[in-house]
């Protein structure tokens, strides 16, 4: 048997010990993990005073050198120990707090469980199928009731509706005819329109009346005859006819 197993033997079976809660073990390793780390800076620092005393003895004293460079390297081993410890601590809390969150877990769950049954052991299947039976029919009759009030009750409506239709055209036409008979015509003037004054062909805006009764006489006369030989006029021709 080795020396860690009497170790841990020699304080009792461990049935005679109780068993730690899960809060306790994660406090202690918490703890051992604190200690830990500080012991880790202190030997960091142990390390960084070695190499520093190494380098100020150099090649002028080689034994005092030689010594701080030992030193550094236990230290170094010694560091080395403690973050595989840390590690493993590390690890075994982040175990035992997963295990602590489905103990929860699982007497949570347990607790739901007994809950559910008891409240299930009021429970009869039989008497629920009756009780949604019993719904369903108290649900139709209600149905029925409503569509019995929304039904339309005719108390002797029952009406020829072409009789209907003919009985209102009648009554629209009478009401046309009144109207008709009471427009009143415009009376018929007795007096006779008064004549339209003749309007000249050709007479344009902006000339003289004389000017224009010269022109207008002279074509629609066309005399053609009074024009000289050549087809043109004298100037005091077209003066005496006003025409430009």
Do not use: W
């Not at 009648?170 to 003037?189: A, C, D, G, S, Y």
Request: with cysteine; aromatic share 4%.
């Amino acid at each position: 048997m080795s020396k860690l197993g009497k170790l841990f033997k020699g304080g009792g079976s461990s049935k005679s010990r109780a068993a730690p809660s899960p809060q306790e073990a994660l406090a202690r390793l918490r703890e051992t993990e604190e200690m830990l780390s500080k012991k880790q800076e202190y030997l960091e620092n142990r390390i960084q005073r070695e190499l520093t005393l190494a380098k100020k003895h150099g090649t002028q004293n080689k034994r005092a050198a030689l010594q701080a460079l030992k030193r550094k390297k236990r230290l170094e081993k010694q560091l080395t120990q403690i973050d595989g410890t840390l590690s493993t601590i590390e690890f075994q809390r982040e175990a035992l707090e997963n295990s602590h969150t489905n103990t929860e877990v699982l007497r949570n769950m347990g607790f739901a469980a007994k809950a559910m049954k008891a409240v299930h052991e009021n429970m009869d299947l039989n008497k629920i199928d009756d009780l949604m039976q019993e719904i369903t029919e108290q649900q139709d009759i209600a149905q029925e009731i409503s569509e019995a009030f929304s039904q339309r009750v005719g108390f002797g409506d029952d009406f020829d509706e072409d009789e209907l239709m003919a009985e209102l055209e009648e009554l629209e036409q009478e009401e046309l005819n009144k109207k008709m008979t009471n427009i009143r015509l415009p009376n018929v003037p007795s007096s006779s329109l008064p004549a339209q004054p003749d309007r000249m062909p050709g007479r344009m805006a902006g000339t003289s009346p004389a000017a224009h009764r010269s022109r207008a006489g002279y074509v629609i006369k066309r005399d053609y005859t009074s024009f000289p030989p050549g087809g043109t006029l004298s100037s005091s021709e077209r003066r005496r006819l006003g025409v430009c």
